[in-house]
Nanobody, 121 residues
């Protein structure tokens, strides 16, 4: 059993920066991939960024060069640094994790409660 708790969401102006954190607890030894999905109003949920235990990562094309995912294994935490945010980044951001032996495609088995990021213009 894995529990994920996000923090760091909020209101930010376009062009600004925001950092999200997700702390895992429970059976953290089983986790392979940790990452972030988002769901904007009227849109499907999409993978934003994820990082596997082997160091490989995936980013949505729309955030490449602006967002950075990182992990701190000692703290069982994954971070999403969001720079130069745009109004279209507005969404509920969900932390996710998987215990699958194969990293990709990322099939999340554990989910956080979500944190709202609103980018104002």
């Amino acid at each position: 059993q894995v529990q994920l708790v996000e923090s760091g969401g909020g209101l930010v102006q376009a062009g600004g920066s925001l950092g999200l954190s997700c702390a895992a607890s429970g059976s953290v030894f089983s986790i392979n991939v940790m990452g972030w999905y988002r769901q904007a109003p009227g849109k499907q949920r999409e993978l934003v960024a994820a990082k596997a235990s082997d160091g490989s990562s995936r980013y949505a094309d729309s955030v490449k060069g602006r967002f950075t995912i990182s992990r701190d294994n000692a703290k069982n935490t994954v971070y999403l640094q969001m720079n130069n945010v745009k109004p279209e980044d507005t969404a509920v951001y969900y932390c996710a994790a998987s215990s699958a032996g194969r990293s990709w495609p990322f099939s999340a088995g554990y989910w956080g409660q979500g944190t709202l990021v609103t980018v104002s213009s």
